[in-house]
């Protein structure tokens, strides 16, 4: 069965300060995977995706980066952190064997930045 | 207009009852649709996909209008368990492309 690990679970960053969040996936070969923020009170918003290593989309303009150094690995990172990176990060991949994809999530990592 | 719009609720009802939550979608292009849980401080698990036909996995129930562009869950004798938020999930650019927008969701409070 397929899983998906992320870590840290928590964190506490000054402003300013660098980021890296990691995910990765088991018990799939070259899935689509997702990186999401969740801040407080809003809703699920895309920040990149990937279809396979190296390919990595933005959805939204900010100090965010991501790479797909290998097919299981995502990872987020920043080099200066702002307030308003605050917020939970949530990583998925794409299950393409069904009709249509559907994505899962890893556990998280909250991201709390000040 | 947003794209997901969902019923911010609470919705606070007692074990048993049912409880039917709406969604609306702006884009005419989407082609996959999705319902979501996500308990406090989790992160979001599928509950269940939602089909043109609509489908029914034990005591929920999905419909989709797509002419309407709407969407809704049915849950039929609430548990405790079933306190969560619900969120409504639609693809953004249509076809397969996984890339999906996600409502604020609608909490729901199950009391005993």
């Known amino acids: 069965s397929q899983t998906i690990h992320q870590w840290p679970a928590t964190l506490v960053q000054p402003v300013g300060s660098p980021l890296s969040l990691e995910c990765t996936v088991e018990g799939t070969s070259n899935p689509n995977l997702y990186w999401y923020r969740q801040a407080a009170g809003r809703g699920l918003q895309l920040l990149f995706y990937?279809?396979?290593?190296?390919?990595i989309s933005s959805e939204v303009p900010q100090n965010l980066s991501a790479s797909r150094p290998q097919d299981r690995q995502f990872i987020l990172s920043s080099k200066k952190l702002l307030l308003s990176d605050s917020g939970f990060y949530l990583c998925a991949w794409g299950d393409l064997r069904a009709p249509r994809e559907t994505q899962y999530f890893g556990p998280g990592t909250r991201l709390l930045v000040l | 207009r947003k794209e997901v719009e969902q019923d911010p609720g609470p919705f606070n009802v007692p074990e048993g009852a049912t409880v039917a939550f709406n969604c609306t979608y702006s884009?005419?292009?989407?082609?996959?649709f999705f319902w979501y849980r996500q308990d406090c401080r989790k992160e979001p698990k599928l509950l269940m996909s939602?089909?043109?036909s609509g489908n029914e996995d034990g005591r929920f129930t999905a419909q989709l209008n797509r002419a309407s562009q709407y969407i809704s869950l049915l849950i039929r004798d609430s548990k405790l368990s079933d306190s969560a938020t619900y969120l409504c999930v639609v693809n953004h650019y249509g076809g397969s492309q996984g890339n999906l927008i996600f409502g604020k969701g609608t909490k729901l409070s199950v009391k005993p």
């Open positions: 884009n005419s292009a989407s082609q996959s």
């Open positions: 990937s279809v396979g290593i190296g390919q």
């Open positions: 939602v089909y043109s």
